[in-house]
């Protein structure tokens, strides 16, 4: 039995109607049994092996150059925080920096100046989830006021992807097998695969945290969902 095997990639919107249409009259050309299209999608759990978190510091002066100056000594303690608790520098990217004037607005009364905020985010991985509670409590000993997240990723997730695209595939052979089964039929072919792509969706990143919120931080990895979904069309006789 001769299997024809087509995988069908969509991948943007320039180019892409004259292609399909073309593929989906080949497919109605070459299929002279029952055609059958089956969806299924693959599933498997990871335990998060990354924490991204952003660490900021935020300081407030009378003049733009203390303000600057106390945000770059702030955020110098902080990268030596982070390097001494085994931090490397390619899991250390800056991410932000602001310097912006603040205003009193009096009644009746026009703005007055009365200093300048600086702002100095640094986004950081990291890659030993069960130590990095300590690490934020190291931060905050070191300057850093304001942090964001954590976001926990799988660094690597092209394995658990290809698990679950295999997963995919024999669900939607099996459910094609029983459509085939219960109408008197047999699968004759795969005549056609759509992935529409490996999808993992870590939790949403806490909110700001204030200083005094930020002391004995845990950080519990839990597990994440990785999913991919495809498309497959089968010939039926």
Same mark, same amino acid.
Request: net charge neutral; no cysteine.
């Given at each position: 039995? $001769?299997?024809?095997?087509?995988?069908?990639?969509?991948?943007?919107?320039?180019?892409?109607?004259?292609?399909?249409?073309?593929?989906?009259?080949?497919?109605?050309?070459?299929?002279?049994?029952?055609?059958?299209?089956?969806?299924?999608?693959?599933?498997? *759990?990871?335990?998060?092996?990354?924490?991204?978190?952003?660490?900021?510091?935020?300081?407030?002066?009378?003049?733009?150059?203390?303000?600057?100056?106390?945000?770059?000594? $702030?955020?110098?303690?902080?990268?030596?925080? @982070?390097?001494?608790?085994?931090?490397?520098?390619?899991?250390?990217?800056?991410?932000?920096?602001?310097?912006? /004037?603040?205003?009193?607005?009096?009644?009746?009364?026009?703005?007055?100046?009365?200093?300048?905020?600086?702002?100095?985010?640094?986004?950081? $991985?990291?890659?030993?989830?069960? *130590?990095s509670g300590k690490i934020l409590d190291a931060l905050v000993a070191a300057g850093a006021n304001q942090l964001s997240?954590?976001?926990?990723?799988?660094?690597? /997730?092209?394995?658990? @992807?290809?698990?679950? $695209?295999?997963?995919?595939i024999a669900i939607a052979r099996a459910r094609a097998e029983l459509y085939a089964r219960n109408l008197g039929l047999?699968?004759?072919?795969?005549?056609?695969?759509?992935?529409?792509?490996?999808?993992?969706?870590? /939790?949403?990143?806490?909110?700001?945290?204030?200083?005094?919120?930020?002391?004995?931080?845990?950080?519990? /990895?839990?597990?994440?969902? @990785?999913?991919?979904?495809?498309?497959?069309?089968?010939?039926?006789?």
């Open positions: 039995m $001769r299997h024809a095997f087509i995988a069908a990639l969509v991948l943007g919107a320039a180019g892409v109607p004259t292609a399909a249409s073309a593929q989906q009259a080949s497919i109605a050309q070459s299929i002279t049994g029952t055609r059958l299209d089956v969806s299924a999608t693959g599933e498997v *759990n990871r335990v998060p092996d990354v924490a991204v978190i952003t660490a900021g510091v935020v300081s407030r002066a009378a003049t733009a150059r203390a303000a600057v100056q106390d945000s770059a000594q $702030r955020v110098s303690q902080v990268l030596s925080a @982070l390097k001494g608790a085994g931090i490397q520098d390619r899991d250390i990217q800056t991410s932000s920096v602001n310097l912006s /004037p603040e205003y009193r607005y009096p009644d009746n009364q026009s703005p007055q100046l009365v200093g300048y905020t600086a702002s100095n985010s640094l986004t950081i $991985r990291f890659r030993d989830v069960g *130590n997240g954590p976001n926990l990723i799988v660094d690597k /997730p092209e394995t658990a @992807l290809d698990e679950a $695209r295999a997963k995919a047999r699968v004759v072919r795969i005549v056609a695969v759509n992935e529409s792509g490996g999808y993992y969706a870590p /939790p949403p990143p806490a909110p700001m945290l204030e200083r005094a919120q930020m002391a004995s931080s845990r950080i519990e /990895p839990g597990e994440q969902k @990785l999913q991919v979904s495809v498309s497959m069309t089968f010939e039926l006789q």
